[in-house]
């Protein structure tokens, strides 16, 4: 089921990790909004001025947020959260 919402009521928490921390999310939830949950909303710092950086499109279009998930650089409010994924600040533009 690739849907978000599901209408049976069943949600299922899955775990990962941020910067070394357990993260407990809801399935389906994007990563960001993983993170927001848990008030962890500086996902990278700029490449010039090191000014902190989070979500501001939150539909992928930015790239704002991109976060390194298992060493690849991912938009972190479009990739949804896997169980046992590990995921660092920052990431590369592409
Ligand atoms: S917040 Fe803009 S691409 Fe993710």
């Not at 960001?32 to 499109?57: D, F, I, K, N, Q």
């Not at 539909?59 to 169980?83: A, K, N, P, Q």
């Amino acid at each position: 089921m690739s849907g978000r919402i599901r209408l049976d009521g069943e949600r299922k928490r899955v775990e990962f990790t941020f910067e070394g921390e357990r993260v407990s999310a809801w399935a389906g939830d994007s990563i960001a909004m993983a993170l927001w949950a848990h008030g962890r909303e500086v996902l990278r710092r700029s490449s010039r001025l090191g000014t902190p950086r989070g979500v501001l499109c939150n539909m992928g279009i930015c790239y704002e947020c991109l976060v390194t998930v298992d060493g690849v650089s991912v938009r972190s409010c479009t990739t949804l959260v896997e169980d046992g994924m590990t995921v660092c600040r920052g990431g590369v533009r592409g």
